[in-house]
T-cell receptor
Framework: QKEVEQDPGPLSVPEGAIVSLNCTYS??????FMWYRQYSRKGPELLMY????GNKEDGRFTAQVDKSSKYISLFIRDSQPSDSATYLC??????????????FGQGTILTVHP | NAGVTQTPKFQVLKTGQSMTLQCAQD?????MSWYRQDPGMGLRLIHY???????DQGEVPNGYNVSRSTTEDFPLRLLSAAPSQTSVYFC?????????????FGQGTRLTVV
């Protein structure tokens, strides 16, 4: 079983839709969860970061972590064509010398059409 | 600040050839790492470095060597290229390896081994 699983999609939605992106993970010791956004032929860039359980909101983006079910989500409200990208969930190491070693999901390809 | 700079952007190698992928950062970051990105696999950690003179293996280190003689540079060497090493390679740097620290990625090197 992969440590982090993410549905690769692709996901196509109309402009203005609410988008839900999800990942599951296997190691309950993980505490630091991130979402990276990657535009075509570019490197990933950090979008959101959360620690432990709960929600974090930044503009149209909300990151949610449910540690009891080992489930992390990213919601995009009022999606725009400029949100079209690959979204990667990432989890930092489980502690000590594991920190800094990011484990990524497969990435979900999102297209928002006008 | 240029951030993380990778060269070359594209490369075609023949099986058995060797080459070095260059990575440089100008943010005075201690922690640097190399990932490869393959379709359906997400990004996987190859090697990482917590500072000049200190390197260690990630998830998929076979066939690759690294060294870190300066804080700024972290080259990745392919010793004898194989078709299985066809991939997009990303270099990343972080301020340190503290939990949840943001990783800054370069633009990537697209490598094809024929």
């Amino acid at each position: 079983q992969k440590e982090v699983e993410q549905d690769p999609g692709p996901l196509s939605v109309p402009e203005g839709a609410i988008v839900s992106l999800n990942c599951t993970y296997s190691n309950s010791a993980f505490q630091y969860f991130m979402w990276y956004r990657q535009y075509s032929r570019k490197g990933p860039e950090l979008l959101m970061y959360t620690y432990s359980s709960g929600n974090k909101e930044d503009g149209r983006f909300t990151a949610q972590v449910d540690k009891s079910s080992k489930y992390i989500s990213l919601f995009i409200r009022d999606s725009q064509p400029s949100d079209s990208a690959t979204y990667l969930c990432a989890i930092d190491g489980a502690g000590g010398t594991s920190y800094g070693k990011l484990t990524f999901g497969q990435g979900t390809i999102l297209t928002v059409h006008p | 600040n240029a951030g993380v700079t990778q060269t070359p952007k594209f490369q075609v190698l023949k099986t058995g050839q060797s080459m070095t992928l260059q990575c440089a950062q100008d943010m005075n970051h201690e922690y640097m790492s190399w990932y490869r990105q393959d379709p359906g696999m997400g990004l996987r950690l190859i090697h990482y470095s917590v500072g000049a003179g200190i390197t260690d293996q990630g998830e998929v280190p076979n066939g690759y060597n690294v060294s870190r003689s300066t804080t700024e540079d972290f080259p990745l060497r392919l010793l004898s290229a194989a078709p299985s090493q066809t991939s997009v390679y990303f270099c990343a740097s972080s301020r340190d390896r503290g939990p949840g620290t943001e990783a800054f990625f370069g633009q990537g090197t697209r490598l094809t081994v024929v």
